[in-house]
């Protein structure tokens, strides 16, 4: 039946976009992503023929329903516009771990820099312990204090598509370090730093939700009335926002509020089904929010910390 049917764009709506933004040399603007959506060539095909199609291509197009919103999934990649996120994690040791480190990284090449003692450390290592459930043991924060070295080492940059199977990557290796001397690890593009147990821990389960809780740090604020994530573009999705209005007064529900929403995102929804303007809730008895997306803000665009795929922002209407 035709509204069995679902419309396949013929170049995809990702090259055209792309092709577009690399003509006017700029972002292109929410009115111009629409009207070029709606001028490009479709065929419309059976579900089952356009995910084969999608196979063959190697990736997901753009959701015309949630153009504007879904096209800075693919944005940086097809217009070479802007920066894609990328790992840079710093692992501290003692100054025999230094060698270990390099040769460990060496072999796996991946990019590295082994640096002495930082008095900084351990201010740095403190002030991103992650909010929402600690790590960062007495133990832990000795070793950080008397560290010799350390050692920080970096994944390519990499689209939404990569971006579960680099941070898988980036997690078990920073377990291999831990497990050759290092004392406690700091993921320096989402401010967030974990004790070795709880690395070595999450690394071990390995799975999506285990992803989410070594990378993402929350509740970061309130900023400007906000509370909201960082890191879930290293797994490929929008951060998460809040108002205090949006919480109605209860800033501590926010952290239970991202977790359950982002852990939806990664391990229970089909990629693409959920939208801007979606509604989402806790439990059958809470009252819904309304999610809409919006460009990230408050960090430069080649901050490590800057979500080039944007953020959700909750609301209650």
Known sequence: ???DLVPVFVPPLAMV??????????????????????RSGAVMAPPEVAEQMTASRGYRDVEPEDCWADWHRLRVEYSGLGYLPKFVLCV????????????LLGAESVEHEVRGRDERMGTAFRAAAFRSDPSLTKRDLAAIDRHQSAVYFLSKNFGAGAALSTARRMLALGARLLDAGGTAMKCESSGIAHGRARWRALAKRGDD?????????????PVRNDYYTCGLHLLGTPDLVASKAALAGKPAASGTLFS???????????????RSGHRFRLDSGAPPYTLRWEPCRGYDEDD????????????RR
């Open 17 to 38: 976009l792309g092709a577009a933004e690399r003509e006017k040399a700029r972002p292109l603007t929410e009115t111009e992503v629409l009207e070029i959506r709606d």
């Open 260 to 274: 359950s929403f982002a852990l939806y995102l990664l391990t229970e929804c089909a990629p693409g089904a959920f």
């Open 92 to 103: 501290l040791g003692d100054a025999a771990f230094a060698k270990t480190a390099r040769a």
């Open 1 to 3: 039946m035709a509204s």
């Open 209 to 221: 939700e285990a992803l989410f809780h070594a990378f993402v740090q929350y509740p970061i604020g």
């Open 304 to 315: 490590f910390f800057f979500n080039s795929f944007g953020r959700y922002r909750f609301a």
